[in-house]
């Protein structure tokens, strides 16, 4: 059984004033805390077991959303980040909650939906051995860690930040790694910013032959949130998606139901607790209607 680790700690200082007062992770995206959507990609690869990686300040605001995950029939336990000290790190943070076992990792500000990303979730899911980061096509691929790809669509290299991209596929905030990922990350150096870099995990990876690249294609939408302007964006794609379909991406309890690890009378009970809004008059519908229409998950 995979499990899974969402990064959700940091001073947010790109958002300043905003962060000063709470978590970027907890800031609003259209209907959402921006914590569901990484929290949605992790329910969708079928895990049910979660290590939350918050500040020493902020975790009290993510159990008092949260809690211990049991209202959706998962498991969500909690690891304070003393300090920003690099991605990776939280492999060392969270080591003993890993223990060995094949995990998932989502930056708890990037948000991912597009036609059949649950077949991707699965096809990365079901590697044994190594590990699998998602590309995506970018126009400014020097801002972001950047993989190029063989003609067989293996991965030849990893970079972050290139002044010379060697390829337009930006390494997105979404990872899959075998039991070892933990043992690697504490073999790491601090690079020139003083950080355990994801990169360099990943290039643990690369070098042992064994890093393995998912293509998230066109049409597909992967978003960050960690600026003023992108946080306005997503949440207006959000706006127009449900909106314009009539389905909420990223519904924690809709995903915990299709899955059947909660029933209709415990989705209702979740609805009532938030009947005043669109978001429970959305789960009391999917509580009352039958589950044979069933619709992609994102």
Not at 129 to 154: I, N
Not at 158 to 173: F, L, Q, R
Not at 213 to 231: I, K, N, Q
Request: a negative charge; charged letters at 25%; one cysteine or more.
């Amino acid at each position: 059984m995979r499990r899974g680790i969402i990064l959700a700690g940091g001073s947010g200082s790109r958002l300043h004033p905003l962060t000063l007062a709470v978590s970027k992770q907890l800031l609003p995206v259209y209907d959402k805390p921006m914590i569901y959507y990484p929290l949605s990609v992790l329910l969708l690869a079928d895990v049910r077991e979660i290590l939350i990686i918050t500040t020493p300040e902020d975790q009290a605001g993510f159990k008092r959303l949260l809690g211990d995950g049991s209202q959706l029939g998962v498991r969500i336990e909690y690891v304070v980040q003393p300090k920003p000290d690099g991605l990776a790190q939280a492999y060392i943070l969270g080591e003993a909650f890993v223990a060995g076992e094949p995990s998932d990792m989502v930056l708890g500000d990037n948000i991912f939906f597009g036609q059949n990303f649950t077949g991707s979730l699965r096809a990365a899911s079901a590697r044994t051995t190594g590990a699998t980061v998602f590309g995506y096509l970018v126009q400014d691929p020097e801002r972001y860690g950047v993989v190029e790809l063989g003609a067989d669509g293996k991965a030849l290299g990893i970079e972050e930040k290139p002044a010379v991209p060697k390829s337009n596929y930006a390494v997105t905030g979404l990872y899959f790694y075998d039991g070892r990922a933990s043992a690697f990350a504490r073999t790491l150096k601090p690079s020139h910013r003083g950080e355990l870099e994801i990169t360099a995990l990943n290039q643990v990876y690369l070098e042992a032959g064994e890093l393995h690249v998912e293509l998230l294609g066109r049409g597909f939408a992967w978003l960050d949130t960690g600026t003023h302007d992108s946080l306005i964006q997503a949440g207006e794609f959000i706006r127009a998606v449900e909106q314009r379909q009539g389905l909420r991406i990223g519904c924690l309890e809709e995903i915990a139901y299709r899955r059947g690890w909660i029933d209709a009378q415990q989705l209702g009970k979740l609805a009532d607790g938030l009947a005043k809004s669109e978001y429970g008059q959305y789960l009391r519908r999917l509580a009352e209607r039958p589950l044979d229409e069933a619709t992609e998950l994102g």
